[in-house]
């Protein structure tokens, strides 16, 4: 047995990829998730059901995380961490392979609008995760009320060769035994029949979907003759894509030897805000492109793909600006438009 870390702030941007579970939990136990906890009567219920495994609750919502971290302070619950977290940064990022035994989602929001449905949790790429961290076995149970999002989730998982339906129908409308969620209870009262899914991780081989992890970290070192305020000046907001990766360039800050790049870099497993920074080196018109050392960004390929793209631009602006050296992910200019 290690020692335990609890009672502290987690968030997938800050932990190690993969994270190493037996030490934050301080014991080896099957491993639940449960992912979208809201207020975590779930999350709590979990617990108590399941005295002998951990139970890894995730959320996006700084309220609910308040919420449930505060539940956890006052209370004794040994077995639960939460994570502030999207899911798909914790599927891809966090767990490995074959590590979890259980995953619920409870009432995921449905995200209708066609702009929105990248964001689905029950979509292809997302899915295929879940089925590559659950172990053998491992079973997978969905709850929605929303009638629409029970059939897209019908036909995708039926579509899915590694999990198999433990209903004798695609869904049923009352599972015994099942705690109460918040929505649950707000979604029962207004009228709405709730519709939930139970399967299980047969033996068919599962999608390969390995751990993320962080790269090096990226640079560029250049010449221009062109001056931090020159580049500065012709700075204006831009956006650039990279494959899936899409990057926004929004601000430029001065400082004494350094131009600050305001970024948004959107992956489909991680979104970071954070900076890039130009930095004057003691050699004469020679520039350090790199990721500002604050923060806590992680050098995903979305990073380097950022670090490229802002390098070119600079590059771009005189005739006579050259890379010397730089550290980037190989393919990383691939698909770029
Ligand atoms: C409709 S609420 C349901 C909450 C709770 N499961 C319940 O049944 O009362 C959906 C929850 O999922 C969270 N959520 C939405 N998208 C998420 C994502 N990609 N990763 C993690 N949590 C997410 C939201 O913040 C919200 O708390």
Partial sequence: MTTPIQNQKLDSLLMPWHTDWTALFGTDRPLILEIGFGYGAFLFHLARQHPQSNIVGIEISNRCLVKVEGRLARESFPNVRVIHSRAETALNHLFVPESLTEIHINFPDPWFKTDHARRRLM?????????????????????????????????????????????????????????????????????????????RRNDVPAPAVPVIKDLDMPHMVFTTPLSLDDMRDRFEAFHHNDGDVHIGYSAVFRGEYTLLFEIHVNEPTISQHTALLLTQRQVENEYTLQLASFGHARPTEGVHAAVYALGSWLLSLHPDAQVVKQKLRPDVSAGAT
Avoid: H
């Fill in 123 to 199: 979509q292809r790429d997302t899915l295929d995760a879940m089925v590559s961290r659950l172990q053998p076995n491992g079973s997978l149970y969905l709850a929605t009320d929303i009638i629409a999002y029970a059939e897209m989730s019908a036909e995708l998982l039926a579509a899915t060769p590694g999990l198999t339906n433990q209903l004798a129908s695609p869904w049923v409308n009352s599972l015994p035994g099942r705690v109460t969620t918040k929505y649950e209870a707000r979604a029962r009262a207004e009228g709405r029949s709730c519709y939930y899914f139970a399967y």
